[in-house]
C-alpha cells in the first residue's frame, strides 16, 4: 500500500488553551500544557492505524487523538519528553519509508478577520464551538489550511504571541479550520503569527490536477 504523507508537524510546547481544548474534545489520552506534540496525518485514512502502532511501540508517547477517515488519517502523540516525541516521529517517518521534506507543503485556503463581531453572529459561533466563548464587539480571526492537521501549528503559534481566545480547531478532513476571538490589536498580532507559521513549514507541493 503506497503511503502519502500530507501533515508532519512537531509542536515544541503546547500552549494551555490548545492542550485544554484537545483535553476537551479528544477521546484518547490527554495532554497537559508544555507538553511536546506531533501531529501526522496520512492516506489512506486506515493506514493511520500502523502509524499509531509503530509510534507506541517504539516510544513512550501517548496519542491524543486518532482520526480515521476513508480518505485521511490523523495522529497526534505527545509526551513531556520532546525526545520521546521527536523519536516517534523518526520510527513514522522510517516506517512510512519517507523523508520529513516529504511531507505536503501547506497552505493557506482562508485567512479572514471579522472586526467588532455582532452579537447575533457571536450567538450562532457560541452555539457550535467547544472552546471559548467570542463575545460581541471582539474581533474573529477564521483560517483554514490544507492539508488540515497542519492548522493546530498555527493554532499554538498564535496563541504564543497574542492574548487571544481559541474559540474552536479542526484538524482533519479536507481543510483544517481555526477560529480565535480577542481584542482587535491583539487578533492581528495573532492572525500574523499563525499566517508565518504556515508559510515557515517545508515540504513537497501538492500535485496539479489539470481538467481535460
Known amino acids: 500500500m ?41 492516506a489512506p485514512g486506515i493506514a493511520i492505524n500502523r502509524v499509531t502502532d509503530v509510534a507506541l511501540k517504539a516510544t513512550k ?8 477517515e476513508r480518505a485521511y488519517g490523523l495522529l497526534e502523540i505527545h509526551h513531556e519528553d520532546k525526545g520521546e516525541v521527536l523519536s516517534a516521529g523518526r520510527a513514522i517517518l522510517e516506517f512510512m519509508g519517507l523523508k520529513e521534506e516529504e511531507r505536503l507543503k501547506p497552505k493557506v485556503a ?26 460581541p464587539g471582539q474581533s474573529l480571526f477564521i483560517l483554514e489550511t490544507e492539508p488540515a492537521g497542519y492548522v493546530t ?6 496563541e504564543k504571541a497574542a492574548r487571544v481566545f481559541l474559540v474552536q480547531i479542526q484538524p482533519f478532513g479536507a481543510f483544517g479550520r481555526l477560529w480565535m476571538s480577542g481584542p482587535e490589536a491583539e487578533i492581528d498580532v495573532a492572525a500574523a503569527a499563525a499566517t508565518a507559521a504556515i508559510e515557515s513549514i517545508v515540504g513537497r507541493e501538492p500535485p496539479k490536477f489539470v481538467d481535460k
Not at 508517547?61 to 480515521?68: L, T
Request: net charge positive; charged share 10%; glycine share 4%.
Open 2 to 42: 503506497g503511503l502519502s504523507l500530507r501533515t508532519f508537524t512537531f509542536l515544541d510546547s503546547l500552549q494551555p488553551q490548545l492542550a485544554s481544548f484537545m483535553g476537551k474534545t479528544s477521546r484518547g489520552f490527554l495532554p497537559l500544557p508544555q507538553m511536546a506534540s506531533l501531529f501526522v496525518e496520512i
Open 61 to 68: 508517547v501517548a496519542p491524543a487523538v486518532q482520526v480515521v
Open 110 to 135: 482562508t485567512n479572514q478577520i471579522i472586526r467588532a463581531i455582532e452579537a447575533y453572529q457571536a450567538q450562532i459561533i457560541n452555539r457550535n464551538s467547544q472552546g471559548m466563548m467570542i463575545l
Open 153 to 158: 501549528f498555527a493554532a499554538n503559534e498564535a
